[in-house]
């Protein structure tokens, strides 16, 4: 989750797009979302759909109560909401179904970050990368595997292949770029998702869920050609 400058969106799947960005200041707030557990019961939901506490402790190694106590935390937070059981699901009617609550949350700047607040938001951007880290290796590995299934195909055939083994569209470059122009090009960026966010009901078959990152900073300044000697090590000095 990278520091956008002003704001950082936290942009899920779902329909709300039009009630406008919403900024994460409050600081119990932030630790309440920073908890690793949770940052990775928002992730499954997010990539997976609604799904139940007994769902998430199974797919994630824990257990109902844990889960159970983190998805009431984050619905207190209004980062997760019970929903209807889905149609197509199994199970009994008294399990309780959730799902991560859509829309453009963002966090304050870092200039107006208080120390303690910096402290969360570096926490909860470190396990954030990594878990975007971890999915694409997940899935680079998935595709690895559907390549050698193809090659060697059942009984010697050569097999379908998957049109989705291609969907890992990547770009790098560098732009430069006032800071209100930055600004703009992130709001765009952010505007461009809403375009292509819509109700379950009106997405096409054949749709996947497509996980978007977007990161930008600017260059570090040069390092200095004949940067200061330490004192000790300046003609005169004295060492001891």
Do not use: C
């Amino acid at each position: 989750m990278a520091q956008e400058p002003g704001a950082e969106p936290l942009v899920r799947r779902g329909e709300e797009t039009s009630r406008g960005p919403t900024e994460l200041s409050d600081l119990a707030t932030l630790k309440a979302l920073a908890q690793p557990r949770r940052q990775r019961m928002l992730q499954h939901l997010t990539v997976h759909g609604p799904a139940t506490s007994a769902t998430l402790a199974r797919a994630l190694g824990l257990n109902t109560g844990a889960t159970s106590y983190h998805l009431r935390e984050l619905a207190r937070y209004g980062f997760v909401e019970e929903v209807d059981r889905p149609a197509e699901a199994g199970g009994h009617g008294r399990e309780r179904w959730w799902r991560a609550v859509p829309g453009d949350r963002r966090f304050p700047p870092r200039s107006r970050q208080s120390p303690e607040m910096r402290l969360v938001m570096d926490e909860l951007n470190h396990h954030a990368y990594a878990a975007d880290l971890e999915l694409f290796e997940q899935m680079q590995l998935q595709t690895q595997a559907q390549r050698q299934l193809r090659t060697r195909g059942v009984d010697g055939e050569v097999g379908e292949a998957d049109p989705w083994v291609d969907a890992f569209p990547y770009s790098r470059g560098s732009i430069r770029l006032t800071l209100p122009e930055l600004r703009a090009f992130f709001e765009e960026y952010i505007a461009l998702l809403n375009r292509y966010k819509r109700p379950e009901a009106d997405t096409p078959p054949g749709a996947r869920t497509v996980l978007t990152r977007f990161l930008a900073f600017p260059t570090p300044d040069a390092a200095p050609e004949n940067p200061p000697a330490p004192p000790h090590d300046r003609p005169g000095s004295d060492p001891s």
